[in-house]
């Protein structure tokens, strides 16, 4: 069982350091990807599947989406996990294959790439640090950064992921120019929005009372919501889940009673039905907390680019998963080794 180097044991914990550090990892992000030719890489993929294991295949989702959108006519951008690609038929065609690691050493994902490079695709990596074991495999490699993410529940390497797409996408789009203009300032929206730590804190401290939380949200919402609902477990072990909004009411909604906590990310693109959703899931007797830009929600983000959203929708998440540990008296850090019962888990990922 892999160990926790220098662990903390009381607040601040390095989870919280990596939350606060973001601005800072995300402008480095963007510049190694503007000092790279590594989207031209991405470029000349027909068809490009994306993978990773954990947080990293949620940023896969993102990076998929968003290069997607930016690719040519015909291309074809989807986001695969990494046990599938490592255990089942690889995709017809050969397609390229991008593994996303922060670590560059999940072992799934380098399996997989592996596996796919030996079947003759093309195999590219995003990886956030430089000499890991991902540089062997990959065919060619972005890091974007240069400083681990010292708490295993990772926050930093996910929003630098993140922005790491968003540049690439708006490097093959040279008319996205709203887009290009809003990473420019990413990190210093990103610091406006870690301002929200105080009210997310009283948020948390309701939440961790709870027997369970579901995170809802549409769009790109949809993978934040995932990326908390992972987050929260790994902190501290509260039942999480995730749903898009109109899914939950077809058969999870059900369920829906005192003893669950909703949080309800909003855009501004969400209209009168989620409206309809929100009323529906009060008259649960549920406690309900709408997070997001719309008007309405009780921690309010600053506007930015939709396809950027995410990167500033998932801090609150972050903080929330942080403060619900503390106040159940769990060491957010550690992904739970200190219960014998889990730790071989844990000790699972690394092997």
């Keep these: 069982m892999p160990s926790f180097p220098g662990a903390r044991d009381r607040h601040p914990f390095h989870m919280h350091d990596m939350i606060r550090s973001q601005p800072a990892r995300v402008e480095e992000a963007i510049r190694r990807v503007q000092a790279s030719d590594f989207g031209l890489s991405v470029a000349r993929a027909r068809h490009l599947v994306l993978t990773g294991c954990g947080t990293s295949f949620h940023a896969a989702m993102y990076g998929a989406r968003i290069l997607q959108a930016a690719a040519r006519a015909g291309a074809v951008v989807e986001a695969v996990h990494a046990y599938d690609l490592a255990n089942r038929p690889l995709p017809s065609g050969r397609p390229t294959i991008l593994g996303v690691s922060h670590s560059g050493s999940t072992p799934t994902t380098n399996q997989a790439l592996a596996r796919a490079k030996r079947a003759g695709h093309r195999v590219l990596g995003v990886c956030g640090l430089p ?133 309800f990310l909003r855009s501004l693109e969400d209209g009168t039905r989620a409206d309809a959703v929100r009323r529906v899931l009060s008259k649960t007797g549920a406690e309900v907390t709408v997070i997001g830009e719309h008007p309405r929600a009780l921690i309010r983000l600053p506007a930015i680019h939709p396809y950027l959203r995410p990167i500033l929708s998932v801090i609150p998440m972050q903080f929330l998963a942080y403060y619900a540990a503390l106040a159940r008296h769990a060491n957010p850090d550690i992904m739970r080794t200190d219960i014998p019962r889990l730790r071989a888990g844990v000790a699972a990922l690394f092997h």
Excluded at 158 to 187: G, K, P
Excluded at 216 to 236: H, N, S
Excluded at 251 to 263: A, M
Aim: include cysteine; charge should be neutral.
């Design 131 to 263: 000499d890991t074991k991902m540089v062997d495999i990959a065919t060619d490699l972005l890091v974007v950064g240069s400083m681990h993410d010292r708490s295993w529940a990772n926050t930093m390497s996910y929003t630098t992921q993140l922005i790491a797409f968003a540049s690439l996408a708006s490097q093959q789009r040279r008319d996205w120019v709203d887009l290009t203009r809003d990473i420019t300032r990413t990190s210093q929206v990103i610091r406006k929005t870690l301002q929200a730590e105080r009210a997310v804190r009283e948020i948390a401290r309701r939440v961790a009372r709870h027997d369970k939380v579901t995170f809802l949200g549409a769009g790109f919402d949809e993978i934040t919501a995932a990326e908390a609902a992972l987050k929260i477990r790994e902190t501290c072990g509260l039942t999480a889940s995730a749903y898009h909004p109109e899914q939950f009411l077809h058969g999870p909604f059900l369920s829906l009673d005192r003893t669950e906590y909703i949080v």
